[in-house]
């Protein structure tokens, strides 16, 4: 198409008609075949730094545990028994706390959709004024953000006025049991580390091969953590990595004293 017939989005946008639309409309193109949507790309992004985080709560949790067990004793019932029940507790609570705090959010972005249907039902013309002042304030002129407004609510009212007004895709709200379930299985990888490196050393080098790995694990999910977030990853490692060995030093501290004291 050269440069003097090149349709304009705002006779589009402003209501030309039905064939000068048909016409254009395979000249422009509306999306880039395989490239990935934002709301999906960070629904995704969302998942996977929840499990990263999951994965750092259970190396750090069992870790913590284990060692500070090792510290009590060199036996190695105690500390599988210690590390296994570690490992079962927290992915049951991760598990739970995810399940209860995303079924909250559902049913309060339920309670909004169930809203805005009996509003568009009681006020139509009140919520179409609404969503024109909701594209006007984003810079489109008031005749343009009608005809938006009154455009995209003849082909779907409902998704319309969600998606502008609350930022909620109805077909996409968060399943609290895969959140559930996703938590419980990030957490448990994470706690699998930690169990394996006090488990598998002979006894007298459980303890530095555990420091050792789990501060590598650390630093490894930091790194991913803050990629994904966007975040400097120098920081965020260090943090992680002087957490964790702190936690550990201090369990294996009070599991030496106790143990020493026969308690």
Do not use: C
């Amino acid at each position: 198409m050269t440069e003097g017939t090149q349709p304009s989005l705002t006779l589009l946008a402003r209501g030309a008609g039905e064939p000068y639309r048909r016409a254009v409309s395979t000249d422009l193109p509306v999306t880039h075949t395989g490239e990935p949507h934002a709301g999906a790309l960070g629904t995704r992004l969302n998942w996977l730094r929840a499990g990263v985080l999951g994965a750092n709560d259970g190396i750090v949790s069992t870790a913590g545990l284990v060692v500070g067990v090792a510290g009590a004793t060199t036996a190695h019932a105690p500390v599988l028994t210690a590390g296994v029940a570690g490992l079962v507790a927290g992915a049951v609570s991760m598990a739970l706390g995810e399940y209860v705090s995303v079924s909250s959010q559902r049913d309060s972005e339920q309670a909004l959709l169930d809203k805005e249907r009996r509003e568009l039902v009681e006020m139509p013309e009140q919520e179409l004024a609404e969503l024109a002042a909701i594209y006007e304030s984003k810079g489109l002129s008031p005749q343009t953000a009608r005809t938006v407004a009154e455009e995209l609510t003849a082909k779907d009212a409902f998704a319309a006025h969600v998606e502008a007004e609350l930022g909620i895709d109805p077909d996409e709200l968060t399943n609290p049991w895969h959140a559930a379930g996703a938590s419980a299985v990030a957490f448990t990888v994470g706690s699998l580390l930690p169990l394996a490196a006090i488990l598998l050393p002979p006894p007298g080098a459980r303890v530095p091969v555990t420091f050792l790995v789990v501060l590598l694990a650390l630093a490894l999910t930091g790194a991913v953590g803050a990629r994904l977030g966007g975040s400097p990853v120098a920081r965020a490692v260090v943090r992680l990595v002087a957490g964790g060995a702190i936690a550990m030093a201090v369990t294996f501290a009070i599991g030496a004293l106790v143990g020493g004291l026969g308690v």
